[in-house]
Structure formats: C-alpha cells, structure tokens
Nanobody, 123 residues
Framework: VQLQAFGGGLVQAGGFLTLSCAAS????????MGWFCQAPEKEREFVAA????????AYVDSVKGRFTVSRDNAKNTVYLQMNSLKPEDTAVYYC?????????????????WGQGTLVTVSS
C-alpha cells in the first residue's frame, strides 16, 4: 500500500485546512486509515481514524468538534477537514493505513505511512 498525503500549509488561528491522503496498491488489505501528527521534539500522536469500509470514526479528544475525517472510496482517498485551527495544531501530519481495528491509536499499529505534510498555524 502506498499513501500520499498533501494539503498542508500556513493558516492563521481560527482558519481551516483540508488534508488529503490518496491510497494505492493493495487497498483491499486496509481496514483503517488514520491521521497522526508530530510536532517538533514530540512523539507522533494519533489524531483521527476512519474505517476503510463502513462509517466508523475515531478522534483524539483535543480535535473533537473541530476536525472531521471522511473517505471517498471511489478515489481511494481519505480527508481530514480541520476547522478552528489553533497554534498548538502546528505539526507535520501523516496519514497511515493497515489491517487494524478502528480503535488503534498507536502508531505502531500501522505499517503503511504517507510522507507527511506540514501544517503551521500562526497566532
């Protein structure tokens, strides 16, 4: 499975961005697509996840009500709509995929990773 993430950029606090992650290859092996973020000198942290089939989603508490993860199976693409962005959301965002349950919040549960896209939120 190959993943390509894009859509990051510089935005002011309170603004919005939409990240995209396009999957290719053996996508039938995917159960869950996840989004993680990694700020400087911090570990990679779970942000959100969506089931590759069905409609189950999961979010870290800090983004609930602000971020929405969605999926377009026809395009093999997952999106992360980020609203009401805060400076503390600044990080490199990665998409990930694997044959893993929707509740998998550890980066160790995902074998396939995109290249990361930088989101910078200015105050």
């Amino acid at each position: 499975v190959q993943l390509q993430a894009f859509g990051g950029g510089l935005v002011q606090a309170g603004g919005f961005l939409t990240l995209s992650c396009a999957a290719s290859g053996r996508t039938l092996s995917i159960d869950t697509m996840g989004w993680f973020c990694q700020a400087p000198e911090k570990e990679r942290e779970f942000v959100a996840a969506i089931s590759w089939r069905g409609s189950r989603t999961a979010y870290v508490d800090s983004v609930k009500g602000r971020f929405t993860v969605s999926r377009d199976n026809a395009k093999n693409t997952v999106y992360l709509q980020m609203n009401s962005l805060k400076p503390e959301d600044t990080a490199v965002y990665y998409c990930a995929a694997d044959h893993t349950p929707i509740g998998s919040t550890s980066a160790l549960r995902y074998r396939y990773w995109g290249q990361g896209t930088l989101v910078t939120v200015s105050s």
